[in-house]
């Protein structure tokens, strides 16, 4: 295609130049080499030059595309506004001559447009079946693709969407060895041209005379590709090359059958890639990693990736990178990163460009008065006369001075789009804030942190039913002191303890420790059943003597005994 849309393979033939043309070499260089440095009076809408080739203009420099392999001559594509191979005819609105010399009067039929003016052009189309007459005419249309003046037509040479291969056509084992895409996936425009270029291709020919009457005559140029109704191969035969072939994969796992299809493939996948020699897989590479973390194998695979922060050296060891965005407000940090993202527009040099002229405008036919627009449509008039796209933008900045924000000049000018993501330089967050969405804003702290405030006014998490969360920020088990005085809290410690002479009973509280040794006191009456009356005896006087203290004895005790009870009552609560 074009540098915007076109998509066409080259072949190198001679074009002669003209004087409304740039000088340019005889051979039409493609896409990727301008055919020129300069343009003359060609637009990029292009033109077609006598053998029906594309030339056109962009960014100031003349491209030649060559279209007979594309498969069909130069003419003006109305839904894409310019002269491409495939189009037809010429521009309806009469703003983009067909011809890329002009001659006034026009040339009448039979005759060419020349630098030396209308000559009488004799058309030639020996061994061709299509493609250009050499007058600006046709030898012939194909179904398929024209290449070198001969058809490629039916299965094989025309895409089929959606389709995976092309239905068994002549080309198909080979074009899938090369390129598994086209029978995995779909047999599109790709593997058409591979078809044709790398695997033999599938050039129409009409029919011998007496095809078709059961008998293959090799006399009459009979073959099985062009009569396979006389001449089909057997079981076990494909026709290849207009002959019928068996193939012979004998001893071989891998290489070529014989037919133009394949033994089987090796291993091409990491680390160690085969390759197949005399039908045998061998080791073709074998991976090294040794001493290496990161970096090729040699093989091209990969010993191990960098994490974040780290690149590897030519040693193939990941070493810690450090960002370099000094002065840089967009762009690549050296590290694998980015120095920032133009929110507006587009980084070139590490400075965004931003507003008018540097941002697409779609539809828009020029960028509305911007610095660099007279510059940029001056090298490429589709900037000015048709859309002002990705292109021009490109050429805005890299080659007409572009449009850079004055980011850098020492204030934050908001309602010109900067903003700490814009114009760090300008717009720099304070500490401890990070730029979000082109916003200053508190840097939340959740390191080390399962739990509690992240210093933002959020918080970090939170903990699990039963846990609650600790000054440290972990969630740690809840305490079930709630109604109690004393007892265990559920998590290993204590609700409370209780005074001295009191212990935790029911419902965990404190209540006063019972002696047993005060249960268990029991009051016995004396036995006086065996004492013997006083006679008023020496012995009976020491009795005497004794009964007022032994009386005392008793009152005392009766007294101390009262006061137990009472005090056990009390205990007690009764």
Request: hydrophobic fraction near 20%; charged fraction near 20%.
């Amino acid at each position: 295609m074009k540098v915007r849309v076109v998509a066409a393979l080259f072949l190198a033939v001679g074009l002669f130049s003209a004087p409304v043309l740039a000088d340019y070499p005889a051979d039409c260089l493609g896409l990727d080499t301008p055919s020129a440095p300069t343009c003359g009076d060609v637009s990029f809408e292009g033109c077609c030059d006598v053998s029906g080739r594309v030339v056109f203009c962009d960014k100031g420099q003349l491209f030649c595309l060559d279209c007979p392999q594309g498969g069909s001559e130069c003419g003006w594509k109305a839904d894409a506004g310019f002269y491409d191979c495939g189009g037809t005819g010429a521009d309806p609105s009469g703003d983009n001559p067909k011809d890329c010399v002009k001659c006034d009067p026009p040339c009448t039929e039979g005759q060419i447009c020349t630098p030396e003016g209308c000559q009488v052009c004799v058309p030639n189309c020996e061994g061709k079946s299509c493609g250009s007459d050499g007058c600006g005419g046709q030898c012939g249309e194909c179904a398929g693709q024209c290449v070198e003046g001969v058809c490629h037509a039916g299965p094989g040479c025309e895409p089929t969407p959606d389709a995976k291969g092309c239905g068994g056509c002549g080309c198909e084992e080979c074009v899938c060895k090369n390129d598994a895409w086209c029978c995995t996936n779909e047999w599109d425009g790709q593997c058409v041209d591979e078809c044709i270029n790398d695997c033999g291709g599938c050039p129409f020919e009409e029919k011998p005379v007496n095809c078709g009457d059961a008998a293959c005559k090799p006399e009459e140029s009979e073959n099985c590709s062009n009569c396979p109704e006389d001449c089909g191969c057997a079981e076990g035969q494909k026709c290849y090359q207009k002959a019928c072939c068996a193939p012979n994969c004998d001893g071989k796992v891998c290489g070529d059958d014989g037919c133009g299809g394949s033994c089987g493939t090796c291993k091409e996948g990491c680390p160690d890639l085969e390759e197949c020699v005399e039908g045998k897989c061998e080791i073709g590479c074998v991976s090294n990693c040794t001493d290496k973390e990161c970096g090729d194998d040699g093989c091209g695979c990969s010993c191990g990736d960098c994490q974040a922060g780290f690149l590897c050296n030519e040693a193939g060891k990941c070493e810690e990178c450090v960002p370099q965005c000094e002065g840089k407000q967009c762009g690549d940090d050296g590290c694998g990163g980015q120095c920032g993202e133009c929110l507006d527009g587009t980084c070139y040099e590490g400075a965004c460009q931003s507003g008018p002229g540097c941002v697409v405008v779609d539809g828009a036919m020029g960028c509305g008065g911007c610095p660099c627009e007279a510059c940029t449509c001056e090298a490429d008039s589709y900037c000015c006369e048709t859309e002002w796209d990705s292109l021009c933008v490109d050429m805005c900045i890299q080659d007409c001075g572009g449009c850079v924000n004055p980011c850098g000049d020492g204030t934050c000018d908001a309602e010109g789009g900067e903003n700490c993501e814009t114009c760090a330089a300008d717009c720099a967050c304070q500490a401890g804030q990070v730029c979000q969405a082109g916003v200053c804003g508190c840097v939340p702290n959740c390191t080390d942190k399962d739990c509690g405030d992240d210093g933002c006014g959020n918080v970090c998490g939170t903990c699990a039913e039963g846990t609650t969360c600790g000054l440290d920020g972990k969630c740690a088990c809840a305490p079930a002191c709630e109604g109690k005085a004393c007892g265990d809290d559920g998590c290993g410690a204590q609700c409370g303890t209780c005074e001295e002479g009191f212990e935790c009973g029911a419902e965990f509280t404190c209540q006063a420790v019972v002696s047993p040794e005060a249960e268990d006191d029991v009051v016995s009456e004396p036995d006086t059943k065996d004492e013997k009356p006083s006679d008023g005896g020496g012995d009976g006087g020491g009795c005497a003597a004794n009964s007022a203290g032994t009386t005392a004895a008793a009152f005392l005790f009766l007294a101390a005994f009262a006061l137990l009870g009472f005090r056990r009552s009390r205990v007690q609560g009764n």
